[in-house]
């Protein structure tokens, strides 16, 4: 069974940073692309960040550039969004997603992140 | 970046009900567009992709269709769990987009 746990969320202040973390079991990890989606608090879904499987090929949406990095270890399993100068509307549910067929086949549980003063 | 506008916004309906719900795209994406469903506090699961495919699992109930710019996702009888949120997606393009949803409720 294909499990992702996300975890590293929390509350941060405006242009502060977070590291958020994606532990993924039940498939061979190396294979997969993998991704970040979120949702913000009512509002719909949001593509942020994707990562390829042995490439490491990285690709933001243009709200992250520059502020964001995806980055992957085949060793233990895990994807990370390092997340960084936080504003108010980074605030949302990140969930991290394994790429199948281009699409988000499965997904995490979430992780909060709360961007506060 | 390609816009993906669903409608209806919202759509109330009895079990039992056919429903279609539409997605249609500020350019072409081809067939590569996904549908997902998510129901409160829970994370999305993928029913369809590449417009027609049924996700692992998916009841046969869901069915998509389209290609280019329309497409449809079409419930043939409402089961009380299918009531939720509709996402269609597209992967056509970077960065990817999502619809803003549709939500299925009870009527």
């Known amino acids: 069974e294909v499990q992702l746990l996300e975890s590293g969320g929390g509350l941060v202040q405006p242009g502060g940073s977070l590291r958020l973390s994606c532990t993924a079991s039940?498939?061979?990890?190396?294979?997969?692309?993998m991704a970040w989606v979120r949702q913000a608090p009512g509002k719909g879904l949001e593509w942020v960040s994707s990562?390829?499987?042995?490439?490491?090929?990285?690709y933001y949406t243009d709200s992250v550039k520059g502020r964001f990095t995806i980055s992957r270890d085949n060793s233990k399993n895990k994807i990370y969004l390092q997340l960084s100068s936080l504003r108010v509307d980074d605030a949302a549910v990140y969930f991290c997603?394994?790429?199948?067929?281009?699409?988000?086949?499965?997904w995490g549980q979430g992780t909060l992140v709360t961007v506060s003063s | 970046e390609i816009v993906l506008t669903q409608s209806p916004a919202t759509v109330s309906l009895s079990p039992g009900e056919r429903v279609t719900l539409s997605c249609r795209a500020s350019?072409?994406?081809?067939?590569?567009l996904a549908w997902y469903q998510q129901k409160p506090g829970q994370a999305p699961r993928l029913l369809i992709y590449?417009?027609?495919n049924r996700a692992t699992g998916i009841p046969a109930r869901f069915s998509g269709s389209g290609s280019g710019t329309d497409f449809t996702l079409t419930i043939s009888s409402l089961e009380p769990e299918d009531f939720a949120v509709y996402y269609c997606?597209?992967?056509?393009?970077?960065?990817?987009?999502f619809g803003q949803g549709t939500k299925v409720e009870i009527k």
């Open positions: 997603a394994r790429l199948l067929n281009g699409f988000y086949n499965d």
């Open positions: 039940g498939f061979t990890f190396i294979n997969y692309g």
């Open positions: 990562i390829g499987d042995t490439d490491y090929k990285t």
């Open positions: 350019q072409s994406v081809t067939n590569y």
């Open positions: 590449d417009a027609s």
């Open positions: 997606q597209q992967r056509g393009s970077l960065p990817r987009t």
